[in-house]
Nanobody, 122 residues
Framework: QVQLVESGGGSVQAGGSLRLSCAAS????????MGWFRQAPGKEREFVAR????????DYADSVKGRFTISRDNAKNTVNLQMNSLKPDDTAVYYC???????????????WGQGAQVTVSS
């Protein structure tokens, strides 16, 4: 079992930055790939970024590539999402997720956080 808690959401103007953190508790955090997903009102949940269990491989949605950076610290059981050059279209609830085989699909992840609201105003 892994419990995930996101923090760091908030409101920012377009062009600004936010950093989301996800703290994990439970066993074997280092065995899981970690992903960030987001869901805007009236839209389906979508993939944002993913990092392998070792931190050596990262993957990003085209919409955030070059603006967002995912990182993890297995010693601290945390995964972060640094979001720069934010746009109003980035407004959503952001979720972190853990899955042994997690890649770009939400059904590849076994554990989910409760979500953190990110609001970007124009």
């Amino acid at each position: 079992q892994v419990q995930l808690v996101e923090s760091g959401g908030g409101s920012v103007q377009a062009g600004g930055s936010l950093r989301l953190s996800c703290a994990a508790s439970g066993r074997n955090f280092g065995a899981y790939a970690m992903g960030w997903f987001r869901q805007a009102p009236g839209k389906e949940r979508e993939f944002v970024a993913r990092i392998s269990w070792s931190g050596g491989n990262m993957d990003y949605a085209d919409s955030v590539k070059g603006r967002f950076t995912i990182s993890r610290d297995n010693a601290k059981n945390t995964v972060n999402l640094q979001m720069n050059s934010l746009k109003p279209d980035d407004t959503a609830v952001y979720y972190c997720a853990a899955g042994v085989a997690g890649r770009r699909r939400s059904d590849e992840y076994d554990y989910w956080g409760q979500g953190a609201q990110v609001t970007v105003s124009s």
